[in-house]
């Protein structure tokens, strides 16, 4: 994984020639401190995250799902933004063709969802202009763990 922006430091010893930073792996605990929400300055302020993927020629989907146009650094970012998450929100389409299920706790995220005073797991809310959601899916049969 290579980060763009914000630039990383030169005297960085991840940083290769020209300023760019070397392809390798981030630890969960470099991925989590990348992307911590800011520190709290006293101000009460909500945050909303957004991530997406898509195509060179502009596709979010490939046969109505994300997954198979998402690199594994894609989904590595993926699940550490909702591991660090107090909510994921989706489209009831999206839990449908994603087969979508209960937020799971992430022994590498504890830790940091501790400290911040969150629960062990974010909760999913499914956002539906028509309401009519499959409570046979395993987002809303699947056992909670």
């Not at 994984?1 to 470099?30: H, K």
């Not at 989590?32 to 101000?43: F, L, N, S, T, V």
């Not at 989904?75 to 909510?87: E, H, Q």
Request: aromatic content about 6%; cysteine-free.
């Amino acid at each position: 994984m290579r980060r763009l922006f914000p630039v990383p430091a030169v005297t960085d010893p991840t940083v290769g020639p020209g300023g760019s930073e070397a392809d390798r792996e981030w630890s969960p605990a470099e991925l989590a401190a990348a992307y911590a929400y800011p520190e709290p300055d006293g101000r009460r302020r909500t945050w909303l995250r957004a991530n997406m993927v898509s195509t060179l020629d502009g596709a979010a989907q490939h046969d109505g799902r994300s997954q198979p146009i998402s690199s594994a650094a894609d989904m590595r970012v993926f699940g550490t933004l909702r591991a660090l998450a107090d909510v994921v929100i989706a489209g009831a389409e999206t839990v449908r063709q994603e087969g979508y299920r209960p937020a799971r706790a992430r022994a590498d995220f504890a830790e940091a969802r501790r400290s911040a005073g969150q629960a062990p797991v974010p909760a999913i809310a499914v956002v539906s202009a028509s309401l009519e959601l499959d409570f046979s899916l395993p987002l809303f049969t699947s056992p909670l763990v």
